[in-house]
C-alpha cells in the first residue's frame, strides 16, 4: 500500500512562516502530479498549489508570491514553503499525488492518494 503524511503544520502568528512535507511510502513505482489542497471550517476543499514531476508549478491566486511548492523525487517528498501568512490560511492542508504503485509482481496501476491532513493555523 501507498501513504502520504503531512508533517510542519502548528500555530503561527500572522506575517509568520510554516514549511509543510509530505512523504511518500510504500510501493511506489513512481509519482506523477503532487499538489497541495486545504479546507477550512465550512468551506470547500480548494487547490493551493501543484507541481509536475519534471516541476512546473500552479498556484491559486489567494497564494501567489507568497507560498511556493517543491518536491525531492529522489526522497519521495513534496514540501510547501509558506511565507507572510493571513490569518485567511487558517485550514487543514492535504497533500494529493498521483502514483503508480505494483499491484501484483510485473503489473502497475495508477492510484490517485490523500494525506491525513495537517492543521495550520494563523493567528495572534
Known amino acids: 500500500q501507498v501513504q502520504l503524511v503531512e508533517s510542519g503544520g502548528g500555530l503561527v502568528q500572522p506575517g509568520g512562516s510554516l514549511r509543510l512535507s509530505c512523504a511518500a511510502s510504500g510501493r511506489i513505482f513512481s509519482i506523477y502530479d503532487m499538489g497541495w489542497y486545504r479546507q477550512a471550517p465550512g468551506k470547500q476543499r480548494e487547490l493551493v498549489a501543484t507541481i509536475t514531476s519534471d516541476g512546473s508549478t500552479n498556484y491559486a491566486d489567494s497564494v501567489k508570491g507568497r507560498f511556493t511548492i517543491s518536491r525531492d523525487n529522489a526522497k519521495n517528498t513534496l514540501y510547501l514553503q509558506m511565507k507572510s501568512l493571513k490569518s485567511e490560511d487558517t485550514a487543514v492542508y492535504y497533500c494529493?499525488?498521483?502514483?503508480?504503485?505494483?499491484?501484483?509482481?510485473?503489473?502497475?496501476?495508477?492510484?490517485?492518494?490523500w494525506g491525513q491532513g495537517t492543521q495550520v493555523t494563523v493567528s495572534s
Open positions: 494529493n499525488a498521483d502514483i503508480s504503485t505494483e499491484i501484483v509482481v510485473g503489473v502497475y496501476h495508477e492510484y490517485n492518494y
